[in-house]
């Protein structure tokens, strides 16, 4: 069945570094933009990252511009976010989601179960 | 930016009720908004998308209606499973943003 599977969170210091693995599995990855989205303990979804089909266009919310990079592994079926100059704002579930293309009006249709990011000294 | 503002933020209701739940966007956003619910330790699933159309395998109970600016997510007759969170989503341009969620209680 479609699934997708983060993995990599846990504590880590401010001002280290962290990668978030997604792997993607039941559907054909490559034909479809992915997304990062977190939500804070107890708090709302902030929508993170989105990456094209081929890794061409990326574009990253203001909160981590210039210091987090989405990426994927086509050939892996697997999404990537490495997290650099990590905040303890930065501490929240991570959840991967796929984007459901036009017929969907681009609705994040499948989520993963999330990884969790813990920032602290 | 695009800003989301959902109401309630919070509802109290008993099974079998009609609820409604309004989500308004800062601009005009054509039909671009989907619906969310969120349990408890879960990741959200996909109720609604193109503002008005059911998700497969999502419960007819569930309906969406609005365009531009103004959107609801109404339920027709909460069962118990349905008490959990639900968010608006925009995705009209980039960045992509989420309502401030309304949390459905049991009365």
């Known amino acids: 069945q479609v699934r997708l599977v983060e993995s990599g969170g846990g504590v880590v210091q401010p001002g280290r570094s962290l990668r978030l693995s997604c792997v993607a599995s039941?559907?054909?990855?490559?034909?479809?933009?992915m997304h990062w989205v977190r939500q804070a303990p107890g708090k709302g979804l902030e929508w993170v990252a989105f990456?094209?089909?081929?890794?061409?266009?990326?574009y990253h919310a203001d909160s981590v511009k210039g210091r987090f990079t989405v990426s994927r592994d086509n050939s892996k079926t697997t999404l990537f976010l490495q997290m650099n100059s990590l905040r303890a704002e930065d501490t929240a579930m991570y959840y991967c989601?796929?984007?459901?293309?036009?017929?969907?009006?681009?609705?994040?249709?499948?989520w993963g179960q999330g990884t969790m990011v813990s920032v602290s000294s | 930016d695009i800003q989301l503002t959902q109401s309630p933020s919070f509802l109290s209701a008993s099974v079998g009720d009609r609820v409604t739940i309004t989500c308004r966007a800062s601009?005009?956003?054509?039909?671009?908004l989907a619906w969310f619910q969120q349990e408890p330790g879960k990741a959200p699933n996909l109720l609604i998308y193109?503002?008005?159309t059911l998700q497969s395998g999502v419960p007819s109970r569930f309906s969406g209606s609005g365009s531009g600016t103004e959107f609801t997510l109404t339920i027709s007759s909460l069962r118990p499973e349905d008490f959990a969170t639900y968010y608006c989503?925009?995705?009209?341009?980039?960045?992509?943003?989420f309502g401030q969620g309304t949390r459905l209680e049991i009365k």
């Open positions: 989503q925009h995705l009209n341009s980039y960045p992509i943003t």
């Open positions: 039941g559907f054909t990855f490559s034909s479809y933009v």
């Open positions: 990456i094209s089909y081929d890794g061409g266009i990326k």
């Open positions: 989601a796929k984007g459901g293309g036009r017929p969907l009006g681009d609705a994040f249709d499948i």
């Open positions: 193109a503002a008005s």
């Open positions: 601009q005009g956003i054509s039909n671009h």
